[in-house]
């Protein structure tokens, strides 16, 4: 079982940044891909970036593609979305996920666990 708390959500303004923390529990993450999800109330659950387990390949979401970054320390089994330029349509809960592959999907039902998720609000 992996355990995933995110943390560093909250409050800001259009036009700022966040960055957001996801630690794994244990060291099988190191093999592990790992995504952030997102979402805003009455909406689906939506695909914002993921990262393979060396962390040399990334994907991301249409929407937030060339403002956020994700990003992994295998040392310190954390997996970061750096989030800048964010907009009020950014606002939502985030969620970490974990996927027992090697191969990163696009779609929540890939990702085999989850965190709690993190707050974001990003007001106009």
């Known amino acids: 079982q992996v355990q995933l708390v995110e943390s560093g959500g909250g409050l800001v303004q259009a036009g700022g940044s966040l960055r957001l923390s996801c630690a794994a529990s244990?060291?099988?993450?190191?093999?592990?891909?790992m995504g952030w999800f997102r979402q805003a109330p009455a909406e689906e659950r939506e695909f914002v970036a993921a990262?393979?387990?060396?962390?040399?390949?990334?994907y991301y979401g249409a929407s937030v593609k060339g403002r956020f970054t994700i990003s992994r320390d295998t040392a310190k089994n954390t997996v970061y979305l750096q989030m800048n330029s964010l907009k009020p349509e950014d606002t939502a809960n985030y969620y970490c996920?974990?996927?027992?592959?090697?191969?990163?999907?696009?779609?929540?039902?890939?990702?085999?666990?989850w965190g709690q998720g993190t707050q974001v609000t990003v007001s106009s």
């Open positions: 996920a974990a996927r027992r592959s090697p191969n990163p999907v696009v779609t929540s039902s890939g990702y085999d666990y």
């Open positions: 990262v393979t387990w060396a962390g040399s390949i990334t």
């Open positions: 244990r060291d099988t993450f190191r093999t592990y891909t």
